[in-house]
């Protein structure tokens, strides 16, 4: 059964100017009403994207079931007859915000994918982006492979089925040595979920346990893009899925491989920025440690004399919390933010459009007024909400405005599962921060350094050039992974045509 239905709301009109989340994938084995722990787990990853969910089980009475909706996970599987049609003890899940193939009105697009192979059945789930998804997509449709979405994800599912080898896992494995790219792929078969890191370890994947004290599998084991996901249904985290791995978990434990050619860790240096929920660990480091240690590195690089630290809430919070601390300057919510404006608000017209970034965030007249504001943010793209933002300040009578970035300049586009304008739409792309600065119409404008984010990640000699731990390709245009398709495209470069 394949229950695919709901309706797709559109983009709010404030969400063209951010490095929108990538996907979140859940997956849980061993748990009687496995699905409803997934819809859990899912809610507390609904921040990795807000397009779409989906949920796929197994029951032996019933076989492979497959839910897949539009909108939030809370307004889709919290309703008992959608849960009652996927009964088992094993489920996977995907909440997802397009990136390959852009946005899609279809629920073709959204995951887990479900095929049926030769030797049996298999849903699949896929948090990041093919570098390489156009190329293999042309190959298999020469080869007589028909496609149902745009989705990259399909690729893999039509690799596994060229293969020949006899288990779920090995066809994984065989698919996934012919892709490029950044993924965290989990897959489930009747008994079994898997879970494969790419050998860069770009995107994240941890294993967590699940005691349950009931039923002959004992604990259940889960697989998650974060932490959080594991704290809200109990579960203890036992490890992160290591770059290259796949674990295969059964009823009767875990096993664990290498399909690929060891590499040195790349992991994606944004996910400390912006997309990792701050309750999340990464690397045994706290995602909100990490990013109040960015505010730390702001007002060591970047000191200014001010009266008010504000963050531009939620995401510029740790980091500016951290730089009133280490400045001394007070920390104070000079901003508001809207709690309810989601991302279906109304079918904006364009005088709701002209109102923009006032649909969700507020200014605290009272205490920004005659008061000299930093206002710390996480990122600039575009630059027009930020924009906005100083204009709406000045109007509360703030008398000057100093903007601290909490990232480095995003020069570069990602190809790895992020969703980011072409190259000639990011500001920093064209602009110097002199320049940038003038453009935004504020008092200063600084960044934190890509040695500053370093050390604020737990690299305390920053990036070093020859090694760098991390992939910060939207920084510094290393691209650890070859982006074969965006370079066919012309997508890294900028015309000379282009607006400054």
Not at 22 to 39: K, R, S
Request: charge should be negative; include cysteine; glycine fraction near 10%.
């Amino acid at each position: 059964m394949d229950m695919d239905d709901g309706d797709h709301g559109g983009d709010a009109p404030w969400d063209d100017d951010a490095l929108h989340e990538e996907c979140g994938v859940y997956g849980l084995l061993g748990v009687d009403e496995a699905a409803n722990y997934v819809a859990l787990g899912l809610h507390a990853l609904q921040h990795r994207g807000q397009e779409s969910a989906g949920i796929a089980a197994y029951h032996p009475e019933t076989g492979f079931n497959t839910v897949r909706r539009f909108g939030l996970v809370r307004d889709n599987f919290t309703k008992q007859p959608v849960m009652d049609a996927l009964p088992g003890r094993i489920a996977i899940g995907h909440t997802r915000y397009s990136t390959a193939g852009g946005k899609m009105a279809s629920l073709r697009e959204t995951q887990p994918l479900y095929a049926e192979f030769a030797l049996g059945s298999c849903a699949i789930a896929h948090n990041g982006n093919l570098t390489n998804a156009d190329e293999l997509r042309a190959q298999l449709i020469e080869r007589g492979s028909i496609f149902q979405s745009s989705s990259d994800t399909e690729c893999i599912v039509h690799l596994m089925a060229r293969s020949i080898q006899k288990t779920i896992p090995e066809r994984m494995k065989d698919a996934l040595r012919l892709v490029e790219g950044a993924f965290s792929v989990i897959a489930m078969t009747r008994s079994k979920i898997i879970g494969v890191r790419d050998p860069l370890g770009v995107r994240p994947l941890v294993l967590g346990r699940m005691a349950t004290h009931r039923g002959p599998g004992g604990d259940g084991y889960i697989l998650a893009s974060e932490t959080c996901a594991l704290d809200i249904v109990g579960a203890d985290f036992i490890r992160e899925v290591e770059p290259g791995e796949m674990v295969i978990i059964s009823e009767g434990g875990i096993e664990s491989t290498r399909p690929f050619e060891p590499k040195r860790s790349r992991f994606c240096v944004f996910e400390y920025v912006y997309f990792s929920r701050p309750d999340s660990l990464i690397g045994g480091t706290s995602v909100y440690e990490a990013r109040r240690r960015i505010g730390v590195e702001l007002a060591r690089e970047a000191p200014v004399e001010a009266d008010l630290v504000c963050p531009v809430p939620d995401s510029g919070t740790p980091a500016a919390i951290g730089y009133s601390q280490e400045s001394g300057i007070p920390y104070a919510m000079g901003i508001i933010k809207n709690q309810y404006v989601g991302r279906t608000f109304i079918e904006p017209t364009d005088q709701i459009r002209d109102m923009g970034v006032r649909l969700k965030l507020n200014i605290n007249r009272a205490v920004v007024r005659d008061r000299r504001v930093i206002l710390v943010d996480d990122s600039v793209v575009r630059g027009t909400t930020s924009r906005k933002i100083k204009d709406m300040l000045l109007d509360a009578g703030a008398a000057e405005v100093h903007f601290r970035i909490a990232s480095p300049p995003t020069k570069w586009p990602c190809f790895y599962g992020v969703d980011t304008p072409n190259r000639e739409k990011l500001l920093a792309a064209r602009m110097s921060e002199e320049e940038i600065r003038d453009h935004l119409g504020v008092t200063s404008l600084r960044f934190v350094s890509l040695d500053g984010l370093y050390r604020a990640a737990g690299e305390t000699m920053g990036r070093d050039a020859g090694k760098p731990r991390f992939c910060d390709a939207c920084f510094s245009g290393d691209y650890p992974i070859k982006p074969i398709d965006a370079e066919r495209r012309g997508a890294l470069k900028i015309p000379e045509a282009a607006p400054a």
